[in-house]
């Protein structure tokens, strides 16, 4: 195995795909947490955000709020169920860290190159569910028990939608692998034409908007944060939570939404295939073009999520169940008998 | 009815949009100078001539944060042959900013137009005790009163600085 053509051992290099990839999962929820959360929701909302720490435009603010997280006290409630309390976190930080394993960043840039890649991803990503059930139960809190029954409809219930909307991905590009949804997009044409290959996006716009969609329920993000309606269950699963593990939560948070957004850059955008950059350029500029890619998806999900205020639980499900999985169905339906007929 | 509501939810993203650009209404306080309504409470400045020590405003004030000293002198008469006038004279006028609570109390019921609001709020001190400001410093704040903005039409003109 090799990256970047530097023929190492294998040891070496689990190690530095694992140092990556736990990279990654903190690098890019700063990244969200300051670009998206504490910037443009703040000028959104004709604020300027923190200002201060750090000199510029308070850059250092989100890691300063990590510093203070690491020296609070891990505090368990009496009652709580220790283990499986202590252990949720990580499960929630698992799932994100996994789906990182599948995502290209160029022809030779990706960690695992498996045939079943985008299948894999949307298995990971539904492994949070798991993390936020422990972590609603063994806190021994009603509200977080609410809080994860809610989290639990709500993820079953749009995890139907997203992966119904990649069926018509997959069914275009006729390949599973990641990379190869890449490469079927910078290779193809749109009728004909191959000047920017063929990025999903445009004939599957319908698909698209029903991934961004469902991505932001699975983020239990505004306007689908019920389960973390904090007016009503006071922050849900993570209220008995406290320093570092409330930290990973939070981590745990954007860096899915990083890893949504850059399965939505993959599937529709083209993830790293840029027209006109092939072979060893493509190594080179491929993580760059991934990342300006994921900036504008996530740029989409955040601006609903700071624009729409919370849905109510029977309209949150209504959404998924009436709307989002026949809309969804139909999609499949056009994009198969299209396929047969071109 | 379905396209009305996504219309809707189209026009709420065009205003978060819109709102990105525009320049934000923080204010950059330390770095930038504020600048309050002329309206605004910030410090209450003291007219020592218009003073009568009536003592209305020290007996209004609902923390008692005000402290008036004053005695009454003889002054000649207006007209040959008149009789004496008493006028009473402030020997000590201090507000207690520490209890202070911003009410307005004071200023609304001061019949000689003596006390004058004004938008000043720069004057936090380090030491509980500089927040007693006596009439001299009081007295520096009626520079800081700003002329008063132009009536409503139909306004009845009443009272004057």
Redesign the interface.
């Known amino acids: 195995m090799s990256i970047l053509a530097l023929d190492i051992g294998w040891g070496t290099t689990l190690a530095v795909k694992t140092l990556v990839v736990m990279l990654l999962i903190p690098l890019g929820a700063l990244i969200f947490g300051y670009v998206f959360l504490f910037k443009m929701m703040a000028h959104m909302q004709s604020r300027l955000g923190p200002m201060e720490s750090g000199g510029f435009h308070g850059w250092f603010q989100l890691v300063g709020d990590g510093i203070k997280f690491v020296q609070k006290e891990d505090i368990f409630p009496e009652k709580a169920d220790r283990h499986v309390m202590a252990l949720a976190p990580f499960i929630v930080m698992l799932s994100t860290f996994l789906v990182f394993l599948v995502v290209p960043a160029g022809p030779r840039i990706v960690v695992a190159p498996l045939d079943v890649g985008v299948f894999y991803a949307l298995a990971v990503s539904s492994l949070s569910v798991i993390g936020v059930v422990m972590a609603g139960w063994a806190s021994a809190n009603k509200y977080a028990l609410i809080s994860a029954l809610r989290a639990t409809g709500q993820l079953i219930a749009y995890e139907v939608p997203l992966v119904l909307a990649v069926v018509g991905v997959v069914i275009q590009s006729g390949t599973m692998s990641l990379q190869g949804i890449v490469l079927a997009q910078r290779d193809g044409a749109i009728f004909g034409w191959d000047g920017i290959g063929h990025p999903f996006v445009l004939t599957q716009i319908v698909g698209f908007t029903l991934f961004i969609v469902a991505a932001q329920a699975e983020l239990t993000q505004p306007p689908f944060d019920m389960p973390v309606a904090e007016s009503e269950i006071v922050g849900g699963y993570m209220v008995e939570y406290s320093g570092f593990r409330f930290l990973l939560f939070f981590l745990a948070e954007f860096g899915t939404a990083f890893a949504f957004a850059a399965l939505a850059a993959t599937l529709f955008l083209g993830g790293w295939a840029l027209p006109g950059v092939h072979g060893g350029a493509a190594d080179a500029f491929g993580p760059v073009v991934v990342l300006v890619k994921v900036m504008f998806v996530a740029f989409l999900m955040f601006w609903a999520r700071f624009t729409y205020p919370r849905m109510r639980e029977d309209q949150l499900q209504a959404l998924a169940w009436k709307w989002l999985i026949p809309i969804a169905l139909v999609n499949i339906l056009v994009t198969g008998a299209l396929k047969v007929v071109f | 009815m379905v396209m009305r509501e996504v219309k809707g939810?189209l026009s709420?993203?065009g205003?978060?949009?819109r709102?990105?650009?525009?320049p934000?209404?923080?204010v950059?306080y330390p770095h930038e100078s504020e600048d309050p309504p002329i309206r605004a409470r910030g410090v209450i400045a003291l007219k020592e001539e218009s003073c009568t020590v009536c003592m209305l405003c020290c007996r209004s004030c609902p923390d008692w944060c005000i402290y008036i000293e004053g005695h009454k002198e003889k002054r000649p008469p207006r007209r040959e042959g008149g009789r004496e006038r008493t006028a009473g004279i402030l020997d000590r006028f201090d507000i207690d900013y520490a209890l202070c609570m911003y009410c307005g109390i004071c200023v609304e019921v001061c019949p000689f137009d003596a006390l004058f609001w004004s938008p000043e709020f720069e004057y936090c001190a380090t030491d509980i005790r500089s927040l007693l400001h006596d009439k001299n410093k009081l007295g520096d704040w009626m520079t800081k009163v700003p002329e008063p903005g132009p009536l409503e039409s139909g306004a009845q003109v009443k009272g004057k600085k």
């Open positions: 939810m709420g993203l205003v978060t949009l709102t990105m650009f525009e934000a209404v923080t950059q």
